[in-house]
């Protein structure tokens, strides 16, 4: 199965100190996951491209973008410019994301497909191979902080099925209510990149808490 990737969420994190926050687990982390909201697609505003382009300034680390927004295409090259590497966008707003898939083409960041709890797996099957990440939505979009819902990993198990049997190496990402509790289960259906926000960024020790959820996922 596809190397183990540990992606924190920094919408956990201190925004006021954010460049150290990053900086203090970079080297126990493969990437950082970005959630920008825009008050549409979900019922909360996070934030946008300044602030990804600050970040950009401080790490060189894989920026992970998940795009809870209803027109993200529109903004791939804003994403690109501020220092995004992949752009994901969900499901229920791109039935065909061709559009989407396009716009990243175009400014040379990696694609993803997010399906919230309520979709199904189908509405991204046909476009995996598109895709360097899947992301199945482990809570409904828009707000750190909730319980994992087991019910989704279903769609997971679907999911490393097709992956594996086109031979492809698409990433599968789970997000929301993840934590050393519920990351094995995860992993036993198939996922392979674990975003992660309060179980890491609201710890009293961080690095501990990266280091932690890696081996118990390895051992898992
Ligand atoms: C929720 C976001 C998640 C969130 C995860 O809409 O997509 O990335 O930050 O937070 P935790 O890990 O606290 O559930
Ligand atoms: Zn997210």
Redesign the pocket.
């Known amino acids: 199965m596809t190397s183990i990737k540990i992606a924190p ?1 920094i ?2 994190a201190d925004f006021a100190d954010l460049g150290n926050e990053v900086a203090r687990i970079a080297d126990y982390i493969d990437m950082v ?1 970005i ?1 920008v ?1 825009d008050g549409h697609f ?1 019922p909360n505003i996070s934030l946008g491209f300044p602030v990804i382009a600050s970040l950009r300034a401080t790490t060189d680390l894989y920026f992970d973008c ?1 795009m ?1 927004t209803t027109n993200p295409d529109v903004f791939a090259e804003n994403l690109a410019t501020a220092g995004g590497n992949l752009l994901t966008v969900h499901a229920e707003v791109f039935p065909d994301p061709s559009r989407a898939i396009a716009a990243a083409q175009r400014e040379g960041l990696d694609f993803g497909l997010a399906v919230s709890p309520p979709t199904p797996v189908e509405a991204i099957l046909p476009y995996v191979e598109n895709c360097s990440q899947v992301l199945v ?1 482990t ?8 319980s994992f819902l087991g019910e989704v990993l279903g769609k997971v198990e679907r999911l490393r099925k097709t992956i594996d049997s086109a031979g492809l190496t698409t990433d599968i990402q789970v ?4 934590t050393s509790e519920t990351a094995p289960l995860a992993r036993a259906a198939g996922a392979n990149v674990f ?5 890491i960024f ?1 710890q009293d020790d961080p690095i501990a808490a990266c280091e932690a959820l890696r081996k118990i996922i390895e051992e898992s």
């Open positions: 969420s919408l956990a996951h959630d909201m979900v998940h809870m939505m809570v409904h979009p828009g707000f750190g902080g909730q997000d929301g209510g993840v975003v992660a926000g309060s179980a609201s």
